[in-house]
């Protein structure tokens, strides 16, 4: 039997850490939605790659290369 659960709070690794101690049981994969910190890190990034296009140091892609990677 497979199960998906989804666990929000401070308590979530608590709880997986006791189910993962149950016999039988096997955690395949923990998936952790980012974190506010992970967005201000990416949107830091990405202001500092607009940063170095605008100074002419970096070359950044068109809109049309980004969907043509998709």
Known sequence: MEVTLEINGAKARAILD???RI???EV???KSNPTKEAY???F???Y???ELAEQGEIQLKTF???VDEL
């Open 64 to 66: 049309d290369a980004l």
């Open 44 to 46: 830091k990034e990405a």
């Open 28 to 30: 395949k994969s923990v």
């Open 18 to 20: 006791t189910i993962k």
């Open 23 to 25: 016999q039988g049981v």
């Open 48 to 50: 500092k790659q607009t």
């Open 40 to 42: 201000l890190d990416a």
